[in-house]
């Protein structure tokens, strides 16, 4: 995903950023989540762009894409999954 500023006034878009897309990795995760089923069914923007090891866990980021202001955290979820990709532990800022 490329993240792009616009400017208006002098008609310059310039990218920003680029976030990986890790979606296809932890499908069955995902579909685990009733957090996901729901921020999807309002966005289609809503995928993973992080997945870090966390000690034994690994820690998924999952946000909205659309968002404005990446500075913020409103509707993304830290989903931590085990060794088999179970859900241990969830944080959803809604």
Not at 41 to 68: C, I, K, M, N, Q
């Amino acid at each position: 995903m490329r993240l792009l500023t616009a400017d208006v006034l002098r008609g310059v878009v310039q990218e920003t950023d680029r976030l990986p897309l890790l979606d296809e990795r932890w499908m069955d995760a995902l579909s685990a989540a009733p957090e996901v089923k729901l921020m999807r069914s309002l966005t289609p923007a809503y995928h993973v762009v992080s997945a870090e090891a966390d000690g034994d866990l690994t820690r998924l980021t999952v946000r909205d894409l659309r968002t404005r202001n990446f500075g913020t955290r409103f509707g993304a979820l830290e989903l931590w999954l085990d060794a088999e990709g179970t859900p241990t532990r969830r944080v959803w800022r809604v």
